[in-house]
């Protein structure tokens, strides 16, 4: 039996309220980032949040911050062959958020965290610090996940495999990333 950790039971609790829903199953089907769902890529973001805003000083609403955090990039289809008015990048936001009011009650900080995630590529930066913490966790991961693939795809291709291999673990690990 593997043993839980006190922040996997905080995590699961503050998660599963939205996840036992099956809303955000259909979220399993797109991809996001390299070979990334949406759906892993919206938990990495919430469990990297929530780590985060444990280690911090200042206090935060947890469950505002997790359900914001796993509806960040609910959009629903795949950005990769959908035409938009506007690049994806700048859309989902508000797309997301539409997607997540019509299936959920969200509060002003889970709404500002949806619509403020892509900050600065989007222009007005978030109101709350749950917004701009998610903000950066997702920064952080959309990152990791770019990184890796890229290093993965480099690889197979033979040029300087296990150079380029570690590289891309590398710049995907470091804090700055």
Same mark, same amino acid.
């Given at each position: 039996?593997? @043993?839980?950790? *006190? !922040? ?30 949406? !759906? ?6 919430? @469990? ?9 000083? %200042?206090?935060? *609403?947890? #469950? ?12 629903? !289809? ?25 299936? %959920? ?21 978030? *109101? !709350? @610090? ?6 950066? &966790? #997702?920064?952080?991961? &959309? ?9 993965? *795809? ?12 570690? %590289? ?10």
């Amino acid at each position: 039996m593997k @043993r839980q950790y *006190k !922040y996997d039971i905080i995590f699961d609790s503050l998660a599963s309220p939205i996840l036992e829903t099956g809303k955000l199953e259909p979220m399993r089907q797109f991809i996001q980032h390299g070979t990334c769902t949406c !759906y892993d890529h919206c938990l990495t973001v919430a @469990r990297t949040a929530l780590a985060m805003a444990m280690k911090l000083p %200042f206090k935060f *609403k947890m #469950d505002q911050l997790v359900r914001g955090a796993l509806l960040h990039d609910y959009f629903l !289809y795949d950005w990769h062959t959908v035409k938009l008015d506007k690049l994806h990048g700048f859309a989902h936001p508000k797309i997301a958020l539409e997607n997540a009011r019509k299936e %959920f009650d969200l509060t002003p900080i889970e709404e500002n965290i949806i619509v403020r995630h892509m900050f600065p590529l989007t222009p007005v930066p978030p *109101k !709350y @610090r749950e917004s701009l913490l998610v903000t950066i &966790a #997702d920064k952080h991961c &959309a990152n990791k996940e770019f990184f890796v693939e890229l290093g993965h *795809k480099l690889a197979k291709k033979k040029v300087f495999a296990p150079i380029v291999h570690i %590289f891309s673990l590398l710049i995907a690990t470091l804090p700055w990333t």
